[in-house]
């Protein structure tokens, strides 16, 4: 009697057993890295936002501390605007629409400080003979998911007064 070859290989059923395994396994792994690469991004972004706050409230301190006069603020509805005499020129912070702006004058060259704001005050804060300023800001969220508050609190007080 001849002997019939043995049956080696794999039958359909197993191979699309296979293929839904490694089709499961690819989207855990493909879901794990988008939320791995979105919480990066929103790491390196919420890092700049405040690379960028302390810069400006160091500026605005600075500004404060070398105020050659009295500051003067005022707040029309949600627009703030704060003046401080430096010698011969005049530094002027306002918040408009969002946007706070550093102006110098009389030369007029103005920066953007911030595109968007969610509030700004700055105020004055007097302690104990000492003028004090209190400038607190906030900034938008710009990621979903858990909750970080962009809260951020600057004091300066004016040399000389």
Known sequence: MPRQPARSGFMLVECMVY??????????????????WNGFTATVSTTDDIRAALHAGELWRADVRGASG????????????????AGENQIIYSLKSGELRRQVTPNGSSQLVFAEVKSSEMKQDARN????????????ERQHGPHVPMLFTFEAAQKGQ
């Not at 293929?19 to 791995?36: S, W």
């Open 19 to 36: 293929i839904a395994v490694f089709t499961i396994l690819a989207g855990i792994a493909l879901e794990t890295f988008y939320l791995c």
């Open 70 to 85: 009295s500051i003067s603020a005022e707040s029309i509805a949600s627009n703030q605007v704060i003046k401080i005499p």
């Open 129 to 140: 003979g000492v003028k004090a300023w209190l400038w607190e800001l906030e900034l938008p």
